[in-house]
C-alpha cells in the first residue's frame, strides 16, 4: 500500500483549528478501505484501553510504560485498586482490541497505516473509574455501529464479512460487560445493556461510516441517544470520533 | 495489497491471499474462509431436508432469512417459557402484555439457586428484558419476510400485531426452576445463537441482509455477555463444539461460527417437541 497521510485521532472535544476531512482519508478501495477503517476504530480503541489501564492504575500502560498521549498529556494514574469493577476489565479487553488490531494489521500485509495516527482522549480529565468506564462503553457502543455500518461497503460475500462480524460481536460483549460494571457503580438501569424490544425492533443499529468519523463535528444523533438504545452516558466533552489531517 | 475484489475469481490472487494469511498464522481460517465462500452459493436448495440449511424453506437469501427465523422463533418461545418458570406462572402463559416491568424488577421467587440476591435480580430483570427483545426479532424477521415466511417449527403467534400462542412449539429442556439453572440453559441458547448468525455469513448475497442479520447478531452477542456476567463467567466468547474462528485458538478475541448444519442439528433435538 502507498504511504499513507500521517494522521491524529482526537476522540474528545473538537480541537482548536481542527477541520474534518472527508472520510476518503482513509485509503483504499473495497474491502481493503473498509479493513483500514476497521483498523483505525481498533487502534483507537485499543490505544483508548491502553491510556485508560494507565490512567486507573499508577500511570503505566499495559506494558509497564509512562504513556503520553497525541497531545503530548503524561497520563497520571487513579489506583483505584484491583477490585474496581472497571478496571478488572479494562486490562482484558484492552488485550482483546490489541490483537484486533494487529489482525487486521497482518490481513491487510503488514503495512504500517494507520499506525502513524496518535490518540488523544483527555484522560486525565475523568476522575473516576465511573467517568473512565462511561467513555470506554461509548467507545465501542460507537465501534458495534460503525461495524454495522461498515457492512454495504464491502464486496458482496467477501471473506472478510465474517472477519469483521466476528469482531463486532465482541465489541458488543465489550459494550454490555461493562454497562453492567458501570450499573454496579451507579446502580441497576442506568445503562441498558441491550437494545430493548421497543427501541429499533431490540436490534443493533448501524452508523454509516461518514456518520463514525462526522460525529465530532455533528454532535450525536438523536441528541442523547446513542444508536442502539442506551442513554449517552454524559462524558464531558465527547464527541466521538475525530479525525484531524495533521 | 492483493485486490481483493478479485480474490475469489483470481487462482493466483488466492495463493498470494493463501501465502500472506498462513504468514500471519492465520491459514487455516483463511482456506475455510474461502471455501465457505465458494460454497455460498450451493445454498439454493428447497426444503428437501438436506444442502447447506436442512429442513429450512425457501432458497437463496430468503431461506438464509427463514433460518434466522427458526432461531428467533424458538429463542423467543424459550425465553417466555423460562420468565414463566423463574416467576412462578404457567409455562403456558403468554407474554404479558404490559411489557417487561410487568414482572418486577426484582427477582420474586425464592430459587436463585448459585446466584446471590444482587446476581439474582439483575439476572432477572435481564430474563424480563430479552424474552420481549427476543420476541421482537422474531417480529423483525416475520415483516421482513412477509409472505416468504416459513419455519420448520412452531410459530408462536400467528400474527405479529395480535399474538396467538401455539403452547405445543418447543420444549425448555429442564425442570429446574432455579434461577441459576434458567440462566444457564440460556446462555446456551445465546451463545448458540451468535455461533449460528456468523456460519449463515458466507451464504448471504444481499449487503442489505447482512447488515440486518449482524444487527440482531450482535444483540444476542450482547446478551451472552450479559448472562456470563449473571454466571461469573468469561465475557467470552469463550467457544464453540465445532465453531471455528478467523484466528484458530485465540481466547476470548473474536466469535465462533458454526455450519447452519449443526446448528439446526443442536436446535431441533434440544428444542423442538
Known sequence: MATATPITLYFTTKPSGANYPNPTI??????????????????????????????????????????????????????????????????????????????????????????????????????????????????????????????????????????????????????????IALNALMGNGAIETAPMYNENHGIDIATPPDNVLYLGSTGIPGAAVVPGGSALPGVSGLNGFVFLVS | MINLETLMRDPMSRRQFLARMTAAGLGAAAISLIAGCGGGGDNNNNSSGSGTFPGIPGSGDIQVLNYALALETTEADLYRQALNLASGKSVDTPLSTAGPSAYGSTYPGGQPGTLNSTLANIGYLYLAQYAYVEAAHRDFLLVQLGHSADTPGQLTTTNTTNPVLDKNGYKFPTASSKLSDILTLLRVVEETGVTAYLGAVPFISSLAYVQAAASIYSTEARHSAALNYVLGLDAGPSGAAGGKQPKPGAVNEFEYAQTPTAVLHTVTTTFYK
Open chain 1, 26 to 179: 482513509i485509503p483504499g478501495s473495497g474491502d481493503v478501505k473498509v479493513l483500514n477503517f476497521a483498523l483505525a476504530l481498533e487502534l483507537l480503541e485499543s490505544t483508548l484501553y491502553n491510556q485508560a489501564f494507565a490512567r486507573l492504575g499508577n500511570g503505566t500502560d499495559l506494558k509497564g510504560q509512562p504513556i503520553v498521549d497525541a497531545k503530548g498529556v503524561t497520563i497520571t494514574g487513579l489506583n483505584v485498586g484491583a477490585s474496581d469493577p472497571i478496571y478488572k476489565y479494562v486490562k482484558e479487553f484492552g488485550i482483546v482490541e490489541q490483537e484486533h488490531a494487529s489482525f487486521l494489521l497482518s490481513a491487510l500485509g503488514g503495512d504500517p497505516y494507520p499506525a502513524n495516527v496518535g490518540f488523544a482522549f483527555g484522560m486525565n480529565d475523568l476522575t473516576s473509574s465511573t467517568a473512565v468506564g462511561k467513555l470506554i462503553y461509548t467507545a465501542e457502543l460507537t465501534g458495534v455501529g460503525a461495524y454495522l455500518g461498515a457492512i454495504p461497503s464491502f464486496v458482496p460475500k467477501s471473506p472478510y464479512l465474517q472477519i469483521a462480524a466476528s469482531i463486532q460481536g465482541t465489541e458488543g460483549r465489550h459494550t454490555t460487560t461493562v454497562a
